[in-house]
């Protein structure tokens, strides 16, 4: 059965850091890129950032672009996000999930969301 | 703001069909994917690629597109179908991903 479970949540003052986790089981970790996604409070989903199976290749959305670094750990089956200089706009729920891709039409790929941990919260206050 | 545009809100009565939107520019290069939340809950996948459904959806969840616009639709709604649903797909880099705003579904 595929797990993946955060931490590292907490409530932390403006222009703190946190470091979130999510340790992943029941699938070879190595093989999926990885992705975090956030929902603010009565929000909608937000997608934050990508992460390739072998860590070669990374994204960011544009609001957290030199504050927040994904990486992974895939001997110890972990996915990452360092979160600098927090802002009270980045409170949100921060989930991670997993990405499958395939490929299709002589080499198009298509990948989508099919596994979601349960999050942990990220409070920014002062 | 996204640039994939969903209505913030739909109503549905038990047992009839919903359809819900989404449009952007990239939906005319990418295919989306479509995920229900319940509240308190983390999103689950419903739809994926041109109309696939991982196990465990019920086949009255199907999906379509056309130009810009996905489709999402729920042909005979239960009560369990009442959640917010959002799309997503690749914007226009490529390499990005992008959520549409969400739609609240009520069945009534």
């Known amino acids: 059965e595929v797990q993946l479970v955060e931490s590292g949540g907490g409530l932390v003052k403006p222009g703190g850091s946190l470091r979130l986790s999510c340790a992943a089981s029941?699938?070879?970790?190595?093989?999926?890129?990885m992705n975090w996604v956030r929902q603010a409070p009565g929000k909608g989903l937000e997608w934050v950032s990508s992460?390739?199976?072998?860590?070669?290749?990374?994204y960011y959305t544009d609001s957290v672009k030199g504050r927040f670094t994904i990486s992974r750990d895939n001997a110890k089956n972990s996915l990452y996000l360092q979160i600098n200089s927090l802002r009270a706009e980045d409170t949100a729920v921060y989930y991670c999930?997993?990405?499958?891709?395939?490929?299709?039409?002589?080499?198009?790929?298509?990948?989508?969301?099919?596994?979601w941990g349960q999050g942990t919260l990220v409070t920014v206050s002062s | 703001s996204s640039e994939l545009t969903q209505d913030p809100a739909v109503s549905v009565a038990l047992g009839q069909t919903v359809r819900i939107t989404c449009q952007g520019d990239?939906?005319?290069?990418?295919?989306a994917s479509w995920y229900q939340q319940r509240p308190g809950q983390a999103p689950v996948l419903v739809i994926y690629y041109k109309n696939n459904r991982p196990s465990g959806i019920p086949d009255r969840f199907s999906g379509s597109s056309s130009g810009n616009t996905a489709s999402l639709t729920i042909t005979g709604a239960q009560a369990e179908d009442e959640a917010d649903y959002y799309c997503?797909?690749?914007?226009?880099?490529?390499?990005?991903?992008?959520f549409g705003g969400g739609t609240k579904l009520t069945v009534l």
């Open positions: 997503n797909s690749r914007d226009s880099s490529g390499h990005l991903r992008e």
């Open positions: 029941g699938f070879t970790f190595s093989s999926y890129s």
């Open positions: 999930a997993r990405r499958e891709t395939f490929t299709y039409d002589s080499g198009s790929y298509y990948s989508y969301f099919d596994y």
């Open positions: 992460i390739s199976s072998s860590g070669t290749y990374i």
């Open positions: 990239s939906l005319r290069s990418y295919y």
